[in-house]
């Protein structure tokens, strides 16, 4: 079992920058590839980063490439999500996971095995 827990997000203005944690505790075994997903009220949950147990693989969702940075401390079982430039419809629920899979899992949801309580991310105009 792996228990994901997410320190609190934020309110920042449109063009600020955000960093979002969140630490894995249990069976480091079962912590693999890690990632981030967003849900904006009334939407879906979407993609928004991964990255690979090894912190090699990364990958991102078009919407955020180049604003979003995705990182892991092996170490702590930390993975991060560095905002820059947010913009007012990246207000949203954002959630970490975890893979067992310990290579790149992909952007589906489904793909991963353990969930984070989520945080709110508030992005004013």
């Known amino acids: 079992q792996v228990t994901l827990v997410e320190p609190g997000g934020g309110l920042v203005q449109a063009g600020g920058s955000l960093r979002l944690s969140c630490a894995a505790s249990?069976?480091?075994?079962?912590?693999?590839?890690m990632g981030w997903f967003r849900q904006a009220p009334g939407k879906e949950r979407d993609f928004v980063a991964a990255?690979?147990?090894?912190?090699?693989?990364?990958y991102s969702a078009d919407s955020v490439k180049g604003r979003f940075t995705i990182s892991r401390d092996g170490a702590k079982n930390t993975v991060y999500l560095q905002m820059n430039n947010l913009k007012p419809e990246a207000t949203a629920i954002y959630y970490c996971?975890?893979?067992?899979?310990?290579?790149?899992?992909?952007?589906?949801?489904?793909?991963?095995?353990?969930w984070g309580q989520g945080t709110q991310v508030t992005v004013s105009a």
């Open positions: 996971a975890v893979a067992r899979s310990w290579g790149m899992v992909g952007v589906r949801d489904h793909a991963y095995d353990y």
């Open positions: 249990g069976h480091t075994f079962f912590i693999g590839a």
């Open positions: 990255i690979t147990r090894d912190s090699i693989g990364t």
